[in-house]
C-alpha cells in the first residue's frame, strides 16, 4: 500500500505537467499557506513574548479570531460567487499582508485584538477562494488527484514554515548568530511575509478558468 501510494503520486505529477497552470496555483498555496499555517502556530507565543498578553488573553484571541474566520467564510465566500475565486483571492492576500505587517509594527494589545479579528476573516476568506479556485482549474475527471497535490503542497508547509520560524528566531537569539531580543519575532514575521508576497506574485501568473471568466 506504501509503495502504491508513491506510485499513484509520481503518476499524478507526470500528468500535472501538462496543467502548467493549475501547477502555479499549487505553488503558490505552497507559498502562502507556509507562511498563514506558521503564523497561526506561533500566534500564541508571538503575542505573550512581544505584546505581554497573559495565557487567558490569548485564549480570547484565538476564540475571537475562529469567530471571525466564520464571518470570513460566509462573507468572502459571497464575494466568490460575485468575482470569482481568483479575483477573491487575491484580495485575501492583500489583507494577510496588511495582518502581517500590522502584527510586525504593534506593540500594543488593543491593536492586536483587531488583528487577530482580521486574521480570523482573512482565513476563513482562504478556505472558501483557493478551494473553490482549484475545482474550477481541475479537469473534473482528475479532480480528486488534484486535490491530493493541493493537500500534500498543505503538508510540505506545515513542516517547512515552523522550520524558517526557528531558523530566524534562533539566528537572533543570544544562541545565534546576534542577539535582538524580542525584535528577533518581528523579523520571523516579516520572513513569513515574504513568502505571502511570492505567492501573491505566483498566483498572478495563474489564468482563470474559462468558467470563471464567463
Known sequence: MFREGYAQLFRTLRRARTHANLLRFIAAR?????????????????????????????????????GFAVVGSLSYGWLVDRIGPKKTLTIVLLQWMVVFIAAAATSSGTVFWVIGAMAGVALGGTWTSDRTFLTRLAPPEQMGEFFGLYQLAGRFAAVIGPLVWG??????SSDGLIDLGDLRFRIAILVLLVNVVLGFLVLMTVRPSQVEEA
Request: proline content about 0%; aromatic content about 16%; cysteine-free.
Open 30 to 66: 505552497f507559498l502562502y499557506v507556509d507562511a498563514l499555517n506558521t503564523l497561526l502556530v506561533f500566534m500564541g507565543i508571538y503575542v505573550t513574548e512581544v505584546i505581554g498578553f497573559s495565557n487567558n488573553q490569548v485564549g480570547i484571541l484565538l476564540v475571537i479570531s475562529s
Open 167 to 172: 531558523v530566524t528566531t534562533w539566528a537572533f
